[in-house]
Nanobody
Framework: QVQLVESGGGLVQAGGSLRLSCAAS????????MGWFRQAPGKEREFVAA????????SYDDSVKGRFTISRDNAKRTVYLQMNRLKPDDTAVYYC?????????????????WGRGTQVTVSS
């Protein structure tokens, strides 16, 4: 079965950095666009970043543009989210997800496979 497993979350001070990883199995990884979403307590899940299957196009939410970088390694079946200059507002559970359309998308509904999430907490 398809599994997406996130790792790399944790507690960091404001201004610090974290690198999230998402390891995929059970799917043809290179055929999917991949995205990162986040969900803070009491809020809806929101788009963070996405990358096409061929790594030639990325998209970001305005709130993270210039601070976060999404990348992927199809040989390792892994997608990454480098998060720099973290802010307390970035505190959330971060999820990776797979989109079979192979194009970057911001809608939760486009993504058919989801990981269980990793907690990121940014202290002020």
């Amino acid at each position: 079965q398809v599994q997406l497993v996130e790792s790399g979350g944790g507690l960091v001070q404001a201004g610090g950095s974290l690198r999230l990883s998402c390891a995929a199995s059970g799917l043809t990884f290179s055929s999917y666009a991949m995205g990162w979403f986040r969900q803070a307590p009491g809020k809806e899940r929101e788009f963070v970043a996405a990358i096409t299957w061929s790594d030639d196009n990325t998209s970001y939410d305005d709130s993270v543009k210039g601070r976060f970088t999404i990348s992927r390694d199809n040989a390792k079946r892994t997608v990454y989210l480098q998060m720099n200059r973290l802010k307390p507002d970035d505190t959330a559970v971060y999820y990776c997800a797979a989109d079979p359309s192979r194009h970057t998308g911001t809608s939760v509904a486009r993504y058919v496979y989801w990981g269980r999430g990793t907690q990121v907490t940014v202290s002020s």
